[in-house]
């Protein structure tokens, strides 16, 4: 069990690190897909992005079984969050396992991720959380991720409004 204080300092600093970095690389990787940049930088973000999804998927869903020490979630800033509805469907998170943290010949190919969909889960399951948590002190350690999460959707938007989302895949580079 984490003190507020403690609970406080993670949501300023370890989870408005996740979110930063799931909003940027995400968006980032639209831009150069869009762009019709097929490139290792693709790749690279293609990965970040899911990362920074799993972690903060695995965050707002609640401990698993034997958390590791240090752990912390959601349902620790707010005691009645939600933890049976999933941020994504299981399938999605082992795919994500599958891609990022084993060789595995069920990975997808990177034009098989839907990243901004991905990233726009995420978000809406954390403005759920910044909405439910009562106590105030928690409440505004978590503006800035709720902030990140105004900026994605400002990002989403931009894009939405532009044209369709690009299907372009990146290549894996021939090595010889």
């Given amino acids: 069990m984490h003190s507020k ?17 799931l909003c940027h690389m995400s968006l980032r990787h639209e831009e150069l897909a869009r762009a019709g940049i ?45 933890t049976t509805t999933p941020t994504l469907p299981r399938a999605e ?17 990177g034009h098989g991720w839907q990243l901004l969909t991905l990233a726009e889960k995420v978000f809406t399951r954390v403005e759920e959380l910044a909405a439910r948590i009562d106590d105030e002190e928690l ?16 990002g989403l938007d931009r894009f939405r409004t532009l044209r369709a989302v690009s299907t372009t895949s990146p290549t894996i580079p021939n090595v010889t």
């Fill in 38 to 82: 097929v490139a290792l930088d693709r790749w690279a973000l293609l990965e970040a992005s899911l990362v920074h999804a799993r972690v903060l998927a695995n965050f707002l869903d609640g401990p698993p079984k034997n958390p590791h020490p240090g752990d912390f979630f959601a349902i620790d800033f707010s005691p009645t969050w939600d």
């Fill in 5 to 21: 204080e403690e609970l406080k300092g993670l949501a300023e600093t370890h989870l408005t690190y996740e979110a930063h970095m």
């Fill in 139 to 154: 409440s505004a350690s978590l503006s800035g991720v709720s902030q990140i999460a105004t900026d994605f959707r400002a």
């Fill in 93 to 109: 998170i082992d795919a994500i396992s599958k891609q990022i943290a084993h060789l595995n010949s069920k990975r997808r190919p």
